[in-house]
T-cell receptor, first 110, second 117 residues
Framework: QKEVEQNSGPLSVPEGAIASLNCTYSDRGSQSFFWYRQYSGKSPELIMSIYSNGDKEDGRFTAQLNKASQYVSLLIRDSQPSDSATYLCAVSRNFNKFYFGSGTKLNVKP | GAVVSQHPSWVICKSGTSVKIECRSLDFQATTMFWYRQFPKQSLMLMATSNEGSKATYEQGVEKDKFLINHASLTLSTLTVTSAHPEDSSFYIC?????????????FGPGTRLTVL
């Protein structure tokens, strides 16, 4: 079983719609959760971090964490073609090691 | 967010030569840095964790004598690919842990694309 699981996609949404990206993790002791965006040929860029149950909003992005269900999600409102990228979920127990999912490819169609 | 730089951004070398990649945290001190490798259309693969002043911890299957890591200061870690071969051609990305006041996050450098001929 992988530490972090993501649907590889591609997830296709029309411009202006809400994109919903999901991630599950296996280590119940995980404390920190991150979403990174990676454009093709580029390195990952941090979008959101979340540490406690519930929602965390930053602009068009909302991260949702449910530790009981071991589930993290990222919602992107008013999706734009520039949001088309691969989104990586990362999980850490103690910041000494981060586990990454394989990423979900998002396509936002104009 | 915090800034991490890598140098060079790309390098082409002949088989058998060694290549050094530098990773710097520009506006914070990083006691821990990570080195990843990513092949085309594949996910990030953690190679090793580098802690300032101590030996790096390598992931299973990563040859420590081939991928030499040095974390000499709180802002600099280096990865040396020794006796590089074409199969070492990949995108190498470092990241640095920013554990300053109110934060504890990992930031990535822009990556180094290595091509071994």
């Amino acid at each position: 079983q992988k530490e972090v699981e993501q649907n590889s996609g591609p997830l296709s949404v029309p411009e202006g719609a809400i994109a919903s990206l999901n991630c599950t993790y296996s280590d119940r002791g995980s404390q920190s959760f991150f979403w990174y965006r990676q454009y093709s040929g580029k390195s990952p860029e941090l979008i959101m971090s979340i540490y406690s149950n519930g929602d965390k909003e930053d602009g068009r992005f909302t991260a949702q964490l449910n530790k009981a269900s071991q589930y993290v999600s990222l919602l992107i409102r008013d999706s734009q073609p520039s949001d088309s990228a691969t989104y990586l979920c990362a999980v850490s127990r103690n910041f000494n090691k981060f586990y990454f999912g394989s990423g979900t490819k998002l396509n936002v169609k104009p | 967010g915090a800034v991490v730089s890598q140098h060079p951004s790309w390098v082409i070398c002949k088989s058998g030569t060694s290549v050094k990649i530098e990773c710097r945290s520009l506006d914070f001190q990083a006691t821990t840095m990570f080195w990843y490798r990513q092949f085309p259309k594949q996910s990030l693969m953690l190679m090793a964790t580098s802690n300032e002043g101590s030996k790096a911890t390598y992931e299973q299957g990563v040859e420590k004598d081939k991928f030499l890591i040095n974390h000499a200061s709180l802002t600099l870690s280096t990865l040396t690919v020794t006796s590089a071969h074409p199969e070492d051609s990949s995108f190498y990305i470092c990241s640095a842990r920013d554990s300053g006041e109110g934060t504890d996050t990992q930031y990535f450098g822009p990556g180094t694309r290595l091509t071994v001929l």
